[in-house]
């Protein structure tokens, strides 16, 4: 059933035409009704840019079953349900969580106030929770009228006497009663100025009670809880306890409550019998239990909270901990937990859970014992990087694995894109589109009911996965449809346009469990089409599904490294590799001979070809540093993060000396050009 199935919704205050049709056609998807009209089954009064309207008046004065929410509450409420939230009770959702702050954009003056009326520190506490726009107890500004267009400004006070009061005057702002932020509280709406108006007139003897009480003809029915819809035969919504703000499934808890006691029928549908309540010491009983359930998840259970969680994270693991009647223990604790986004490196990984652990089992309001797969560490290390089949990749400018996911909700969808982001440095990003670019489709196995539990789907290492959830939705019965129809379209898109593997994330569990214990030269390979996880996939061979699992290099200056054994060169050749390096170093030293002495041997040079030839020999080793790591760019090239940059040659080292450049640098290049060109010029004056 969609959250607002049954509740009338009815605009107000709306300047832009626009706007009022996009609000309506987002309350429709939700399952509300949208009437323009102020009729008796209206339950919620939608504001749009003021509140100055008359049906707003009309609705504080008579209505006291109305809701005042903002457009910005309704789009609110309806990105929630697009993420998949349970949104039952949704009209006393809005009541508790999202109604209009009656004092919203007024700005509000206090000036002089007498103590038996309200003490002036719970007047401006009274102003701020009613969500004004600004409270000022101790100044009046007299432009606040010309810098604040827009605000409603007030002046609050029980006396005319005072400078404050009269400068108000002055600029025909409203002096009124106190009592008006009291009632105004108690209504949960704007009341309107009339019988709070401070005038001469009013005898100084006017009781509290009497000021003000013609603003509303609700006041007696604000006391009662809206506890009935207003017509029983219709399809509507049960209004529950407006506690319903902390707990939003506390009306389930309540039916189950009394799901054991008989239910008589109804001898009419408008009148509702004695017989038909259950005993108020057996439902309190019954409630008790479920609130002390609640609020024991962790009942006697001792957790360890490891130190690499920043201050503010441990402060609130600790506090949910032990207002869930947990222990926070050093010494032999049951679970020790660890943040999610660092990498678990322990030997034993016997009780350790992440922050994961904590957030599965207030959702599913018990202790997860054992821990499933969402709850245990899964980030093993981030020294490694994946190399996917080519055949995987459909964007030619990238080298990471695209991943969409669809059939996601609730905490479980809150996880996936926490662990996805967490190990995108490995080369997995999440994409929000599933389109052409897109690698591979992650999907809920619990939303796919047409899969039986017998299948190696459900009966693998990584199964639980999806049994919490699947075991809520058939508890449940309910279904969001939105996220059926999303799922559909994205796996007929895949079949149809974009044939790529889908698959549970059970191969992302994987994949990161191989992702450990990797040495050098090793590598771990998973593959897309093993049927524990593959639901879809396109056809190919077994390596056309690959994902190869390598460690990252960390590339090293070749003065710092040792030559491979079988690569070592002998010892004549080494020998000749330093005549080669001692001639380098002589070239760099002859800048500084004259002229004519570097003509002489540079005609030594070409009369002697075989050294020349000798020196290029040993620059062409096969184990050259250079040569590797020119290799190694060319196989990486092209990717959107590098996962083996290469560092940049040191400032204070010659390259003449180094293996990272091969033959003359581009100086001394530059200085046989222009030697050639000096020489040539002495021949043609010598002719």
């Known amino acids: ?9 009815c605009p107000t205050g709306f300047e832009d035409e626009s706007c009022s049709r996009n609000i309506s056609k987002k309350i429709v998807r939700l399952g509300g009704l949208f009437n323009r009209d102020l009729t008796l089954q209206v339950n919620v009064l939608v504001i ?27 789009e609110l409420i309806y990105q929630r349900w697009l993420a998949g939230e349970d949104l039952s009770g949704a009209l006393d959702l809005l009541r508790a969580r999202y109604s209009l702050p009656p004092l919203d954009g007024v700005y509000v003056f206090i000036g002089r106030v007498n103590d038996h009326i309200c003490t002036l520190q719970r007047l401006e506490q009274l102003c701020h929770l009613q969500g004004c726009f600004k409270c000022d107890s101790t100044h009046f500004t007299k432009d606040c009228q010309t810098k604040n267009q827009g605000t409603l400004v007030v002046f609050v006070s029980d006396s005319l006497d005072g400078i404050r009061v009269r400068a108000a005057m002055e600029l025909g702002i409203p002096i009124i009663h106190p009592k008006w932020v009291l009632d105004c509280h108690k209504r949960n709406a704007l009341l309107e100025f009339d ?32 506890s009935a819809i207003r017509n029983p035969t219709t399809n509507s919504v049960t209004r529950t306890n407006p506690r319903i703000k902390f707990k939003p499934q506390g009306d389930k808890l309540w039916k189950r409550a009394l799901s054991s006691a008989p239910q008589p029928s109804f001898p009419s549908p408008a009148v509702v019998s004695e017989s038909t309540k259950p005993p108020e010491g057996e439902a309190e009983i019954s409630n008790s239990k479920k609130n002390f359930a609640l609020h024991h998840i962790f009942q006697d259970i001792t957790f360890n909270i490891d130190s690499r969680f920043c201050e503010r994270h441990a402060r609130i693991l600790q506090k949910v901990i032990e207002q869930h009647a947990g222990i926070l223990s050093k010494d032999s604790a049951q679970y020790r937990i660890i943040p999610s986004n660092l990498p678990f490196e322990d030997v034993d990984p016997q009780g350790v859970v992440t922050e994961f652990f904590i957030e599965r089992c207030l959702h599913y309001k018990k202790l997860i014992d054992p821990p499933d797969s969402w709850c245990r560490p899964f980030l093993h290390s981030l020294s490694v990087k994946l190399k996917p089949s080519p055949l995987l990749l459909h964007d030619n400018k990238s080298n990471f694995l695209k991943i969409a996911i669809t059939g996601f909700r609730g905490v479980e969808l809150l996880h996936l894109t926490k662990i996805l982001k967490t ?33 190696p789907l459900w009966k693998n290492k990584y199964g639980d996965l999806f049994y919490l959830q699947a075991k809520e939705d058939d508890t449940s019965k309910t279904s969001n449809q939105v996220f059926r129809n999303s799922m559909k379209r994205k796996i007929e898109f895949v079949k149809q346009k974009h044939s790529i593997p889908v698959v ?29 996880w593959c ?17 990252k290099k960390i590339s090293q200056p070749s003065f710092f490294s040792r030559d491979a054994p079988s690569i070592t ?16 170093v002589n070239n760099v030293e002859a800048k500084s001979i004259p002229s004519k002495r570097r003509d002489y041997e540079e005609s030594n040079r070409r009369e002697s070809p075989s050294k020349h030839h ?4 040993k620059n062409d080793r096969a184990s050259s540093w250079g040569n590797l790591m020119s290799a190694e760019a060319d196989n990486v090239g092209g990717t959107d993060f590098d996962f083996d940059p290469i560092e940049p040659t040191p400032t204070n080292v010659n390259v003449n000396l180094t293996q990272v450049t091969y033959g003359n640098s581009a100086r001394d290049v530059n200085h046989g050009k222009v030697r050639k060109l000096t020489r040539k010029q002495m021949k043609e004056l010598g002719s």
């Open 1 to 9: 059933m969609k959250p607002f199935q049954g509740i009338t919704f």
């Open 48 to 74: 749009g840019k003021t509140k100055d309207t008359k049906k707003y008046k009309f609705a504080v004065r008579y209505r006291h079953d109305i809701a005042f929410v903002s457009t910005g509450s309704v």
């Open 195 to 226: 019988p709070y108006y401070l005038l001469e007139s009013i005898e100084p003897g006017t009781t509290l009670d009497q000021i003000g009480i013609d603003s509303c003809n609700c006041w007696d029915s604000l006391a009662e809880p809206v």
């Open 423 to 455: 190990v995108e440095p490995i080369g997995i990003k999440l994409t929000e589109y599933l389109n052409s670019s897109t690698d591979l489709l992650l999907i809920n196995l619990s939303s796919l009911p047409s899969i039986p539990t017998s299948h």
């Open 504 to 532: 549970t994330p059970a191969f992302l569990m994987n994949l990161l469990a191989h992702s450990s214990d990797l040495h050098s030269s090793e590598k771990h390979t998973v593959y897309l089409n093993n049927i524990n």
């Open 535 to 551: 639901i879809i996939c396109p056809r190919g061979t077994k390596e056309n599904f690959a994902i190869d699992i390598l460690p």
């Open 569 to 584: 060169p002998s010892i004549k050749e080494s020998a000749l590799e330093a005549l080669s390096k001692v001639n380098q």
């Open 614 to 617: 000798q020196t290029e020999k």
